[in-house]
């Protein structure tokens, strides 16, 4: 017998069919001992990599594009940015070459690395 009509003819209703008693989650949930799985730390650098190698036969390779910046960026807006990379990139220097100075073994990336965390959180 199907449950397609369960009040079948009549307006009082007088048959309903008994449902079925569905099963109690609860139960089943912690007869089932599932374990959470470890959370696995990754570094921002390798997620960014990550997605723009996905990205990467998505742009051809030979595509340029050029910017008309005196659209959109006066001369005083042009020479305080140059101003602020000019600064940022002097930072970046002194913060990098510190690094190497007091780790002598540290690598390049990792001394950039090093840089870039401090100059964020100056900012």
């Known amino acids: 017998m199907t449950n397609i009509n369960p009040i079948k003819f009549g307006v009082t209703g007088s048959y309903l ?3 079925e008693e569905k099963q109690d989650l609860v139960k089943n949930s ?3 001992n599932v374990q959470p799985q470890a959370k696995k730390s990754v570094d921002s650098n390798e997620v960014l990599g990550f997605l723009a190698a996905q990205n990467a036969d998505l742009v051809p390779a030979k595509t340029k594009k050029t910017v008309d910046v005196s659209k ?5 807006q042009a020479e305080r940015i140059s101003g602020f990379i000019k ?4 930072d970046y220097d002194e913060i990098s070459e510190a690094a190497v100075n007091e780790f002598p073994d ?6 950039g690395s090093i840089a870039l965390a ?3 959180a100056s900012y």
């Open 17 to 19: 069919p008994k449902k």
């Open 30 to 32: 912690e007869k089932t």
């Open 72 to 76: 959109y960026v006066t001369p005083e």
């Open 87 to 90: 600064g940022f990139e002097k």
């Open 106 to 111: 540290l690598t390049e990336s990792a001394a």
């Open 118 to 120: 401090y100059i964020n």
